[in-house]
């Protein structure tokens, strides 16, 4: 069964400065994506960035960005210049292509950012 | 565009209790589905359709009842509401399957049961 582990649970950073939040994963399938979500204290869930497995490439979306390494099954996020507004609980998760049932959550990282 | 709306944003029911949790959505989505949120962990999938009339189980089924009669709705149902049951429960959409199509979610329902 697949799994997604963020060994975070909390994780500070000063405004304007540059923060990684890791994500690792397991998996025995080969087609498969990879998101950050965003969860403010609104609750809404909000997609910030995906990754396609069988892309190279790193995602990047303004000033988020992944850092995708799919042989060490790992998928961490990047946040440059940090803002105030980027304050919330970030959760990586991972989608079977061809499966929608199939879409697993970690249990999240609360990203603070410091003035 | 409204999005993807959930009433009520709060509730609390008591043990045995039955409530219906509704989720609407304005973007003439296909899929849409029901997640749980527990406290200090991920969603989990309860149930999800593919279309009105389509309905299939997720991860954490148990205890819920779906129906999809129209594409706009995508009501919930606990029949006999359990402690086990207080969650956070998010409603989600989107334009069809597959994991290149970005779900939009709902701002959650918030459900206490004692």
């Known amino acids: 069964a697949q799994t997604v582990t963020q060994s975070q649970p909390e994780m500070s950073v000063q405004e304007a400065e540059t923060v990684t939040l890791s994500c690792t994963y397991d998996?025995?399938?080969?087609?498969?994506?990879l998101f950050w979500y965003k969860q403010p204290p609104s609750r809404q869930m909000i997609l910030v960035i995906r990754q396609e497995a069988y892309k190279q490439q790193n995602a990047t979306e303004n000033r988020f960005s992944v850092n995708f390494q799919k042989a060490a099954k790992s998928f961490s996020l990047k946040i440059s210049d940090s803002q105030l507004g980027d304050a919330a609980m970030y959760f990586c998760a991972y989608r079977s292509e061809n499966r929608d049932d199939k879409i697993i959550f970690g249990k999240g990282t609360r990203l603070h950012i410091l003035p | 565009n409204a999005g993807v709306t959930q009433t009520p944003k709060f509730r609390i029911l008591k043990i045995g209790q039955s409530m219906t949790l509704q989720c609407t959505q304005d973007m003439n989505h296909n899929y849409m589905y029901w997640y749980r949120q527990d406290p200090g962990m991920g969603l989990k999938l309860i149930y999800y359709?593919?279309?009105?009339?389509?309905?299939d189980k997720g991860e954490v089924p148990n205890g819920y009842n779906v129906s999809r009669s129209t594409t706009e709705d995508f009501p919930l149902r606990l029949e006999l509401a359990a402690p086990s049951q207080t969650s956070v429960y998010f409603c989600?959409?989107?334009?069809?399957?597959?994991?290149?199509?970005?779900?939009?979610f709902g701002p959650g329902t918030r459900l206490t049961v004692l």
């Open positions: 998996t025995s399938e080969s087609d498969y994506y």
């Open positions: 989600a959409s989107s334009s069809a399957g597959g994991a290149h199509n970005e779900q939009f």
């Open positions: 359709s593919v279309g009105a009339g389509i309905t």
